[in-house]
């Protein structure tokens, strides 16, 4: 409780300066009581129009997940059958008289997609990319009185993305003001070099905006406070800043003895930076930072703070299922966590820049970071995205980007694409200079193919620091080809291994994506085989054949609660829509073998495994809204890869087994009990009787065992000790509803987040892996629904609603509070099962 409640503290909504000085500077945020209109408004910017049938909300906001699924929207299998479209947003700033004399800015930190913004009728910009902040500067425009921010959003063309983008202003917005002197946007950086546990050199650059109608004369001042909040440093320098000028001042300091950052302990110092004249403080803010150093060689891989380290990295898409885009910074922090669970220690953006909150958690809870700028370049991977304006905005962008987390201590790597189209040299060093010239302490890769894909030696003249691999890196000696080509250069696994699982579903054969279950692209020349492949792919035995669970066929979806049936046409539907959750459907290697791969080969600095949780869009069409990819599921839930990459990333005994132990049907047929664990040894128990012992050795533990229904379960032991157990239980009918809310008590604050599982369980409290009832929740009290979901990738259901069918036995329900004080209830009910009724309290 004590890191949740540091974090969110990190994350608060206002940061006043402390000084002993007169202070006119803050930042706050202005997230509350926007107006929202979904359509075009002609001169929706002008002040005087009437408003009063617009929605009043607050932010972030994503227009496109409030939506229902269709194929009528113009949307596809890739951006995900929701609604685009134009919107409109319009705030009221009443004039504060302390603004007299000082700059007022207004910092959105991000807006999807094609923004402009006016106050009070006079435009202030343009920005067509979604993923990076912006600011502008509202004091020329101000009155007494109301003022009047609009901002129009154009989401009309909606293939602008290869997932769910959202629509709308998703991010936080920020009200700053300072005297006429103060510090750039992004203007202060921080590096620091010759790292060790004794004593560390650091570099604070401060770019100082003169605003004013003369020359002026300011002390720069850089405070650094420990992880307590002592001060360790004060540096100062006098500067001269010439009217309308901007000036750049160094200061430079070192540190005895400084905390070294790292997942494992991820401290993080205060840098406070201050611009001042006299006894007034005409600027000021503070940032986290860190010192830790990095280095990347294909000798051994990545070292952080002088000590080999592997990249245990996920890839992370920006949404986060019923909230869409707009995601809470509570609900970023809970999914967060949960991959510090699992043994996750690195996250890649794929495939543009995400929230500054997600970099604030990175940097607290110890989750490094490979930061990416795009998906393509110049040439459209979806037919309305970035490609489109890349020739005019990409240096602003990414100078911007580099700019807005070249401080963050998480960050340990850059990349400037993904599986570009097209891809030319002359783009690529273009791009890799402007990386090194604005952050020469961090290499630059890329994901995927680049101009060098071919790999023959007159080809290769790689122009990247690491060079990346996505699917192809999952090949039988693609990643060894390269070493021999290119022995210098150290390799990351950008996106590898490709695997698929859905929560709660098993299938004893091994599924191969080409051959089983077809991606979008390969559905054209599908004809039930491999195609060449066979040779590339390391085998995955088949657990048992024939299939054991013949069942498992999806034939129906569902939308608002209504079943409806897919028309089957092809073989391959059956197996599309649904993957098992043993380690054996995937496109070129298993789990396990991609990371003993990885971390088997010294000049491989690591890998991000393809994806972290499932995300909206890129789905396997209609009716589907989203793939298999995650290790966890779309709601929150963990599968069973969770726990695999658990016994492969972490240290803390641990055991899991698979799969759940309710198949009413199969009593007498042999079923694969997979058992995932770190610890030395296994012994398998069905019904209190010993199944064996078998030992770990590098590879998952299997036992074929007829079915009975009772409990089988798992001990394994380390160093010949107990050390943990998991066991599986068969369920009888639903007849209870469990609601486990992951907090009791929320702050009255209009942001929090309530995160309450939804199981459903048979009488005695077993949970029931099969069951599809349908829940309703009822809620009192100071708090609201913002999302509700099952799992499901055929559930097309609407998220803002308070009835949801489970999937596999759960339902995920999202509430938050408002600013009110006091009890909250909620009460959940279905036909033929026990009500559940669970408490929580609102406080300020």
């Not at 009437?50 to 229902?68: K, Q, Y």
């Not at 049936?565 to 539907?573: A, N, R, V």
């Not at 799969?659 to 128990?685: A, M, R, S």
């Amino acid at each position: 409780m004590k890191l949740i409640s540091l974090v969110l503290l990190f994350l608060a909504g206002i940061v006043w300066s402390c000084s002993e000085k007169e202070n006119i500077s803050y930042s706050q945020k202005i997230d509350f009581d926007w107006q929202f209109h979904q359509g075009d408004v002609e001169n929706g910017q002008n002040p005087d129009l009437n408003t009063s049938d617009w929605r009043l909300l607050d932010l972030p906001h994503d227009w496109s997940i409030e939506g229902t699924y269709s194929l009528e929207h113009g949307s596809d299998w890739q951006s995900g059958f929701l609604p685009t479209g134009i919107g409109w947003y319009r705030k009221t700033l009443n004039w504060d008289p302390s603004w007299k004399n000082r700059r007022i800015k207004i910092h959105f930190e991000g807006v999807y997609l094609n923004s402009d913004v006016w106050i009070n009728g006079v435009h202030l910009g343009h920005r067509p990319n979604g993923y990076i902040g912006f600011e502008y500067d509202l004091t020329d425009y101000l009155r007494k009185g109301e003022n009047i921010v609009a901002v129009r959003v154009d989401q009309s063309k909606p293939l602008t993305g290869r997932w769910h983008t959202g629509s709308g202003i998703y991010r936080h917005v920020w009200l700053k003001t300072s005297g006429s002197v103060y510090v750039d946007n992004w203007g202060v950086s921080f590096t620091a070099s010759n790292i060790s546990t004794e004593k560390s050199d650091y570099e604070v650059t401060v770019d100082v905006l003169n605003k004013s109608d003369k020359d002026d004369q300011v002390q720069v001042t850089a405070l650094l406070f420990d992880k307590d909040g002592s001060q360790v440093a004060n540096l100062n320098e006098t500067l001269k800043v010439a009217s309308k000028g901007i000036q750049t001042v160094n200061l430079l300091g070192d540190i005895s003895k400084p905390d070294l950052w790292s997942p494992e302990t991820p401290v993080l110092y205060t840098l406070k930076t201050r611009i001042s004249k006299g006894e007034q403080v005409l600027d000021e803010s503070e940032m986290k930072v860190g010192f830790r150093k990095i280095e990347f060689s294909a000798a051994f891989g990545f070292k952080l703070n002088g000590k080999v380290t592997k990249l245990k990295g996920v890839c992370d898409h920006h949404t986060a299922g019923a909230v869409g885009a707009a995601v809470p910074d509570d609900v970023l922090l809970y999914r967060l966590r949960l991959l510090k669970e699992m043994g996750c220690n690195a996250i890649r953006t794929a495939h543009n820049p995400f929230s500054p909150s997600f970099y604030n958690i990175c940097d607290s809870i110890g989750l490094m970071v490979m930061n990416e700028f795009l998906d393509g370049w110049d040439t459209e991977k979806a037919e309305h995205d970035y490609g489109l304006y890349f020739e005019e905005w990409w240096q602003k962008d990414g100078i911007d980007f580099i700019k807005r987390d070249r401080n963050h201590p998480s960050v340990v790597i850059w990349s400037i694409g993904n599986e570009v189209i097209n891809p030319t040299r002359e783009v690529q060093k273009q791009l890799v200079d402007l990386f090194h010239q604005f952050d020469p302490t961090r290499p630059v890769t890329q994901g995927g193919h680049d101009p060098t894909r071919d790999m023959t030696e007159e080809n290769l003249h790689v122009q990247l620091d690491v060079k990346g691999f996505n699917g192809d890196g999952e090949e039988k000696g693609m990643l060894e080809k390269f070493h021999a080509l290119e022995p210098s250069m150290p390799i990351v696994c950008t996106e590898v291994p490709h695997t698929y699982q859905t929560r709660g579903l098993y299938r004893t054969k091994t599924h191969w994506r080409r051959r089983d279950f077809p991606a979008m692209w390969e559905i054209g020349k599908w004809d039930g085989t491999l195609r060449g492949l066979e040779e590339s792919l390391f085998p995955i035995p088949d657990l048992k054949s024939p299939e054991v669970f013949t069942e498992e066929k999806c034939s129906t979806y569902y939308i608002n609660g209504e079943e409806k049936s897919i028309d089957i046409i092809k073989p391959y539907q059956y197996n599309l829509y649904y993957q098992s959750s043993y380690d054996n459907a995937s496109v070129r290697s298993s789990a396990r073998m991609a990371w003993q791969r990885t971390r088997d080969l010294d000049y491989v600095i690591g890998q991000f495994r393809w994806g972290s949780f499932d995300y909206l869009g890129e789905s396997n069409d209609w009716p589907s809204r989203f793939a298999n990819f995650g290790v966890i599921d779309i709601c929150g839930f963990p599968k069973d890869h969770f726990y695999l990459y658990q016994s492969m990333w972490t240290e803390k005994p641990m055991v899991h087994i698979l799969p759940h132990w309710t198949h009413p049907g199969k009593e007498g047929k042999k079923i694969p009990v997979v058992v995932y664990t770190n610890c030395d040894e296994v012994e398998l128990f069905l019904n209190g009787e010993s199944l064996g012992t078998k030992k770990y050795a590098d590879e998952q533990l299997v036992w074929l065992v007829p079915y009975e229904p009772g409990m089988i379960k798992a001990i394994a032991k380390k160093n010949s000790k107990l050390a943990a157990g998991d066991k599986q239980i068969t369920a009888g009918p639903p007849a209870k509803i469990e609601l486990i809310p992951d907090k009791e008590k929320v702050y009255a604050n209009r942001t929090d987040v309530v995160h309450v599982s939804v199981d459903i369980t048979d009488e005695n409290g077993i949970f029931c892996p099969m069951a599809n009832n349908v829940v309703e929740f009822e809620m009192t009290g100071p708090a609201r629904i913002i999302g509700v979901d099952n799992g499901d990738p055929l559930d097309l259901s609407a998220y803002k609603t308070n009835v949801r069918r489970a999937f596999r036995g759960k339902i995920m329900l999202l509430v938050q509070a408002t600013d009110e004080e006091g009890d909250i209830s909620i009460r959940a009910k279905s036909e033929g099962l026990e009500e559940m009724e669970v408490k929580l309290v609102s406080f300020k």
